[in-house]
């Protein structure tokens, strides 16, 4: 996919991080997507002597990603001879190909069942929209679009009501996009806030919002949201 936006042949993709760093390709990264997550690590057999990926100096690794690799470890100052593999790369230690290997992880469950453990992360990926670097506009243009909608499932919009006593607590506890809207309601000494709270914060969040004071809470999914 990096190739295929790089020569014009598609306008945009989505494709792995790895990847465009392992290609090179003349791409712009317009959007991390949010899904697709895994690191690139270096792992060798668990008997191995190796704990850390200083300790790789002078071995022979091998991996599907040789020239990432080779840039991640020689910014490390580590000499590593990297063999370029296709398929399993996690049974070459064990043919005897290389000392470790350097591949992508997602949960480890492939390193554990090949008698591998990590030593280390070189690289963090994730899946992303990338674009020619001298598009027609189209490309950002729908990165735009598509970031409304990342943004949106990584945020929940919150609506509670508090007296007027405890706003400066939970204005906080909730400083929203910028600061929370506060609507005076009928009950005179209360208001109702409204903010937008990063979703993955909220279950630790609804138990100090209640002990400062909010109640009636309600949490709504967004569904697009333009920064």
């Known amino acids: 996919m990096p190739e295929y936006v790089q020569d014009g042949v598609v306008d945009c993709g989505i494709t792995g991080l790895d990847l465009v760093h392992e290609r090179e390709a003349a791409v712009e990264e317009l959007l991390r997507l949010g ?127 508090a007296p007027e006593s405890a706003l400066d607590a939970i204005c906080e506890l909730v400083p929203g996009s910028r600061a929370p809207s506060i609507v005076p309601l009928a009950e005179p000494g209360m208001v109702a806030v409204h903010a937008l709270v990063p979703a993955a914060d909220v279950w630790s969040l609804l138990p100090r919002l209640e002990a400062a004071g909010g109640s009636s809470i309600l949490l709504l999914p967004v569904e697009r949201m333009l920064a």
């Open 35 to 161: 899904f697709g997550a895994c690191t690139l690590e270096a792992a060798v057999p668990e008997e191995s002597a190796v704990q850390a990926l200083d300790d790789l100096d002078g071995l022979c690794a091998a991996t599907v990603y040789p020239r990432l690799t080779g840039r991640l470890l020689a910014e490390r100052s580590i000499a590593v001879k990297l063999i370029e593999v296709t398929g399993s790369v996690e049974v070459a230690p064990r043919l005897g190909l290389a000392d470790a290997i350097v591949d992508l992880v997602s949960s480890g469950s492939t390193l554990r069942t090949n008698g591998l453990r990590s030593v280390g992360v070189l690289f963090s990926s994730e899946a992303v929209l990338v674009g020619r670097r001298r598009g027609d506009g189209r490309a950002p243009r729908l990165a735009r679009i598509l970031r409304s909608v990342v943004d949106a499932r990584r945020t929940r919009y919150l609506m509670l009501n």
